[in-house]
C-alpha cells in the first residue's frame, strides 16, 4: 500500500515557478513509475509528467519549463515548474504505478494540490 501526498502548490504570476512535492509512504516507491497529471475546471484530467528508472517524459505543453525527479531516500518526487503560464492553472495530482510490465498493477493517486497562475 503507497499513500501519496502532494504539497507546494499555490498562486504565482506568470512567469513565476512553483515546486511541487510528493511525498510517498510504503518501501515500494523506489520501483514505482511516479507521474504527474492535471486537472483544470471543466477538462479531463491530463498528463504532465513522469519518471521511471531515471527516464523522463513530458508533454508537449510543458516540455523545456518543467522537470521532474526524484529523491528515492526520501520518497519524494518533485515537478519543478519555470515560466508558468495561465493555462497551468489546475490541479495536480501525484500518481504512483507499481509494476508496470508485470501482469498486475498497483495504481494510486494523491489528493492533489492546487496551482494557480494569474496572467
Known amino acids: 500500500q503507497v499513500q501519496l501526498v502532494e504539497s507546494g502548490g499555490g498562486m504565482v504570476q506568470a512567469g513565476g515557478s512553483l515546486r511541487l512535492s510528493c511525498t510517498a509512504s510504503?518501501?515500494?516507491?523506489?520501483?514505482?513509475?511516479v507521474g504527474w497529471y492535471r486537472q483544470a475546471p471543466g477538462k479531463q484530467r491530463e498528463f504532465v509528467a513522469r519518471?521511471?528508472?531515471?527516464?523522463?517524459n513530458y508533454a508537449d505543453s510543458v516540455k523545456g519549463r518543467f522537470t521532474i525527479s526524484r529523491e528515492n531516500a526520501k520518497n519524494i518526487v518533485y515537478l519543478q515548474m519555470y515560466s508558468l503560464k495561465p493555462e497551468d492553472t489546475a490541479v495536480y495530482y501525484c500518481?504512483?504505478?507499481?509494476?508496470?510490465?508485470?501482469?498486475?498493477?498497483?495504481?494510486?493517486w494523491g489528493q492533489g494540490t492546487q496551482v494557480t497562475v494569474s496572467s
Open positions: 500518481n504512483a504505478v507499481i509494476g508496470v510490465g508485470l501482469p498486475i498493477t498497483y495504481t494510486y
Open positions: 519518471i521511471e528508472s531515471g527516464t523522463t
Open positions: 510504503g518501501s515500494t516507491f523506489s520501483r514505482a513509475t
